[in-house]
Nanobody
Framework: EVQLVESGGGLVQPGGSLRLSCVAS????????MTWVRQAPGKGLEWVSA????????YYADFVGGRFIISRDSAKNTMFLDMNTLKPEDTAVYFC?????????????????????WGQGTQVTVSS
């Protein structure tokens, strides 16, 4: 069973930056696409970004607006989300996930239900 652990969340002021990390328990999991999904209080899952197995292809939700960068380091079994120009509406629990149920492409990467394995999430709070 693949286990994912997120870290890097915390409290940041509007306009600030954070780097989120997601470490996978198995190196072979890095052969699969991965994603970041968030959930604000009282709301459903909202897809943020996804990255291909080799990191060459990335997708972003429209709300990102160029503020975030997704990346991965296969040697360390780690995926990152570099978040800049954070807004209060970015406040949420951020989850990493991977291991797709179906073919991964631009049309399916943004569906949280397409991912098999999920971490427990890390809290991001953007506030003055």
């Amino acid at each position: 069973e693949v286990q994912l652990v997120e870290s890097g969340g915390g409290l940041v002021q509007p306009g600030g930056s954070l780097r989120l990390s997601c470490v996978a328990s198995e190196g072979t999991f890095d052969d699969y696409p991965m994603t970041w999904v968030r959930q604000a209080p009282g709301k459903g899952l909202e897809w943020v970004s996804a990255i291909s197995w080799n990191g060459d292809t990335t997708y972003y939700a429209d709300f990102v607006g160029g503020r975030f960068i997704i990346s991965r380091d296969s040697a360390k079994n780690t995926m990152f989300l570099d978040m800049n120009t954070l807004k209060p509406e970015d406040t949420a629990v951020y989850f990493c996930a991977g291991g797709t149920h179906e073919y991964w492409n631009e049309g399916t990467a943004g569906n949280p239900n397409n991912y098999k394995y999920w971490g427990q999430g890390t809290q991001v709070t953007v506030s003055s």
